[in-house]
Antibody, heavy 117, light 107 residues
Framework: EIQLQESGPGLVKPSQSLSLTCSVTGYTITSGYDWSWIRKFPGNKMEWMGYISYSGSTNYNPSLKSRISITRDTSKNQFFLQLNSVTTEDTATYYC??????????WGQGTLVTVSS | DIQMTQSPSSMSASLGDRVTITCRASQDIGNYLSWFQQKPGKSPRRMIYGATNLAAGVPSRFSGSRSGSDYSLTISSLESEDMAIYYCLQSIQYPWTFGGGTKLELK
């Protein structure tokens, strides 16, 4: 059974970079599908941030402009989120997810990242 | 970006009630509409995909429908375990966009 698990710092200072890891078990990320990052803000708004495909191509939400980067380490079966120049408005719970027959059939448990000095 | 307008933003209902939540798309999304349930402290769970397809393991009291640009999630007989926030998502065009969410509470 596929499982996804996010990890990373829970606190990031404004203007710094947020870096998260999604570790995948039960499926090889190069075998298929798009691997996404999604975040949920305080107040419940949800935002799709972007994905890295099984082939390594990426697609980002234009709202994040040039701040976002999604990469992977195929040897560890992990993919990563980096968000630069964070502000307090980037405080959210961050999820990694994968499709199956449609969007986001599988989700990680989520990790709360607070941006604060 | 495609805007997904979800209503109501919150509602309360009694056990056994029939509950309907609606999303309206700002442009044609065909059947590229999914519904997610999120309980406190849990990850979202996909309930419906392709507007009307029940996801694996989802109880049959949940259903999805479409009427033009309006999409609905219906719970035929509300149970206590259904208290959650529900979101719609369009996936026809990037960036994929969510509705604002509906918080369903017990009356």
């Amino acid at each position: 059974e596929i499982q996804l698990q996010e990890s990373g710092p829970g606190l990031v200072k404004p203007s710094q970079s947020l870096s998260l890891t999604c570790s995948v078990t039960g499926y090889t990320i190069t075998s298929g599908y798009d691997w996404s990052w999604i975040r949920k803000f305080p107040g419940n708004k949800m935002e799709w941030m972007g994905y890295i495909s099984y082939s390594g191509s990426t697609n980002y939400n234009p709202s994040l402009k040039s701040r976002i980067s999604i990469t992977r380490d195929t040897s560890k079966n992990q993919f990563f989120l980096q968000l630069n120049s964070v502000t307090t408005e980037d405080t959210a719970t961050y999820y990694c997810a994968r499709e199956l027959g449609g969007p986001f059939a599988y989700w990680g448990q989520g990790t709360l990242v607070t941006v604060s000095s | 970006d495609i805007q997904m307008t979800q209503s109501p933003s919150s509602m309360s209902a009694s056990l056994g009630d029939r509950v309907t939540i609606t999303c309206r798309a700002s442009q044609d999304i065909g059947n590229y509409l999914s519904w997610f349930q999120q309980k406190p402290g849990k990850s979202p769970r996909r309930m419906i995909y392709g507007a009307t397809n029940l996801a694996a393991g989802v109880p049959s009291r949940f259903s999805g429908s479409r009427s033009g640009s309006d999409y609905s999630l219906t719970i035929s007989s509300l149970e206590s375990e259904d208290m959650a926030i529900y979101y719609c998502l369009q996936s026809i065009q990037y960036p994929w966009t969510f509705g604002g969410g509906t918080k369903l509470e017990l009356k």
